[in-house]
């Protein structure tokens, strides 16, 4: 009988050895995993740094392109509207001067120098 509890507490010994290498070698497993994580974690975190420098350079290029687009609009907007004056004056002017000279002169002049 002395042997029989030998050989049960032999094989109880030898299970828990089994077990407390398995139990090793999961956490070396573990530990190793951690690492990753870790090393995976500082990559997102790099990634999110360099993501949000972007949007932020990007977010201030279309700010200063938005207002280059207002300037010129607006000076485009000034030019048209002196253009569009000066042509008034100049189509009023045309107006007086073909009173004065006679309209069917005028027009005829117009049309014989335009090329057919």
């Known amino acids: 009988m002395d042997i029989e509890i030998e050989d049960i507490l032999v094989k109880l010994l030898e ?3 089994r077990l407390e290498t398995e139990i ?3 956490r070396n ?12 974690e500082k990559n997102i975190d790099m990634i ?12 201030n290029s279309f700010r200063s ?3 280059i687009i207002e ?4 000076l485009i907007e000034k030019s048209i509207k002196n253009i569009s004056k000066n042509v008034k004056e100049v ?6 001067l073909k009173d004065m000279t006679g309209r069917h ?7 014989k120098r335009r090329p057919v």
Request: no cysteine; hydrophobic share 30%; aromatic share 0%.
């Open 15 to 17: 299970g828990q050895t």
């Open 24 to 26: 090793n070698g999961v």
């Open 29 to 40: 497993e573990i530990k190793k995993n951690l690492i990753k994580i870790e090393a995976i």
């Open 48 to 59: 999110v740094e360099v993501q949000t420098s972007h949007r932020e350079q990007s977010e």
């Open 65 to 67: 392109t938005d207002l």
């Open 71 to 74: 300037e010129k609009t607006n």
């Open 91 to 96: 189509k009023e002017s045309i107006e007086v």
């Open 105 to 111: 002169e005028v027009d005829i002049n117009i049309l």
